[in-house]
């Protein structure tokens, strides 16, 4: 794995969130996308090399809906960018990672990208994701 691409910290409301985080780090939001198959809506702010995404549920089947409301807000999941991310899915599976789709998924911020569930990773969920290159 390359590096931490950016950390998912969930949030009730995406807008009050955003304001706040924009005073916190001195830089505004540069994109914001929802995720429908997903049920997220997010937002991306870039300080330095990183990144931090705060992630809102749009609906209650959303698992942020579920996160929010068993573990309040809060850091949701690291995320590390990875150059091929199906070796690296054949690549945690082997080693007994249980992965939470058998397919890298479309992701925001023109990612693809996997979830690793977090009971193998001592509680933190670990998000894997490419850059999706132009064709
Ligand atoms: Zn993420």
């Keep these: 794995m390359k590096k931490i691409e950016?950390?998912?910290i969930a949030v009730?409301?995406?807008?009050q969130a955003c304001d706040l985080y924009e005073q916190l780090?001195?830089?505004p939001?540069?994109?914001k996308e929802s995720v429908w198959c997903e049920g997220v809506e997010v937002a991306f702010f870039q300080t330095g090399d990183n990144k931090i995404e705060l992630l809102s549920a749009l609906n209650d089947e959303s698992p942020i809906s579920g996160f929010l409301e068993?573990?309040?807000e809060g850091i949701h999941h690291i995320a590390?960018?990875?150059e091929d991310i199906f070796f690296e899915m054949e690549r945690l599976k082997g080693k007994g990672f249980v992965l939470l789709s058998e397919k890298p998924k479309k992701g925001a911020d023109n990612k693809?990208?996997?979830f690793v569930h977090p009971r193998n990773t001592r509680g933190v969920l670990i998000e894997i994701c490419q850059e999706i290159k132009p064709q």
């Excluded at 009730?12 to 807008?15: P, R, V």
Aim: one cysteine or more; hydrophobic letters at 35%.
């Design 12 to 15: 009730k409301d995406l807008s």
């Design 112 to 114: 693809l990208i996997c």
């Design 70 to 72: 068993k573990r309040g």
């Design 80 to 82: 590390f960018e990875v």
């Design 29 to 31: 939001c540069y994109k």
């Design 6 to 8: 950016h950390i998912g």
């Design 25 to 27: 780090l001195g830089v």
